[in-house]
């Protein structure tokens, strides 16, 4: 029974190109969107946000889109960069006072020079 | 360091040894998060500190699985009769703040557990 879902395990994308990345959740109770970055061997590190009062939230190359009706949440990176290569796993946040997260399965984004 | 800092990095153990994982938060962060993260999965939740309260340990797989936060700073996760089913990399995160959910968690670098 998976609340989060990411659908594609991995993307390759063309250096300069728009990477974009998905996720879909079944519970209504998630009220804060979050995706992280992930390099081998490290933590993951915090990308970019939004709240469910929102359904953009941009920050420079960064912009996540959420569409709550759809229970749908995507990360959109452009243009790619080499450097942007690593795993993304989005984040979901809701039926806590204190923050606990849900996340998806992860996506490994290659950027090709 | 300014970061979240864990230890051991990586660990073998033989099945049925216990283990013990150590994390050092951010210095004053009140939150203190443990995940588990099985080969190709997303992080899952396993317990949550509020200073040295434990407030939610509904993520424990078993009752073999422990944490501790004793003085609200330092938390260790104790795995007893480690089995291969273990094998998983465990996060720790923090954040500044108690109850808030809108607060970033930051994680440490991780320890890998390969039970054999």
């Known amino acids: 029974d998976q609340q989060v879902k990411q659908n594609s395990p991995s993307l390759s994308v063309q250096e300069g190109r728009i990477s974009i990345l998905n996720c879909d959740y079944t519970n209504s109770m998630f009220d804060y969107f979050l995706w992280y970055k992930k390099y081998p061997a490290e933590g993951p590190t915090f990308l970019i946000s939004?709240?469910?009062?929102?359904d953009k939230n941009e920050d420079g190359r960064f912009t996540v889109f959420l569409n709550k009706s759809a229970k749908h949440l995507s990360l959109h990176i452009v243009p790619s960069q080499p450097g942007d290569s690593a795993v993304y796993f989005c984040a979901l946040n809701g039926g806590t006072s204190y923050g606990k997260l849900t996340f998806g399965q992860g996506t490994i984004l290659t950027v090709h020079p | 360091g300014a970061g979240v800092s864990q230890s051991p990095r990586y660990k073998v153990a033989k099945r049925g040894q216990d283990v013990a994982l150590r994390c050092d938060p951010i210095?004053?962060?009140?939150?203190l998060f443990w995940y588990q993260q099985a080969l190709g999965q997303g992080p899952e939740f396993l317990t949550y500190?509020?200073?040295?309260?434990?407030?939610?340990k509904s993520g424990l797989p078993s009752d073999r699985f422990f944490a501790e936060r004793p003085e609200g700073s330092v938390s260790t996760l104790k795995i007893q009769r480690t089995q291969q089913e273990d094998s998983a990399v465990y996060l720790c995160?923090?954040?500044?703040?108690?109850?808030?959910?809108?607060?970033?968690?930051?994680f440490g670098p991780g320890t890998r557990l390969t039970v054999l």
């Open positions: 995160a923090s954040s500044l703040y108690g109850l808030s959910s809108y607060n970033e968690q930051f």
């Open positions: 210095s004053g962060h009140v939150s």
């Open positions: 500190f509020q200073n040295e309260a434990q407030l939610d």
């Open positions: 939004i709240s469910s009062i929102k």
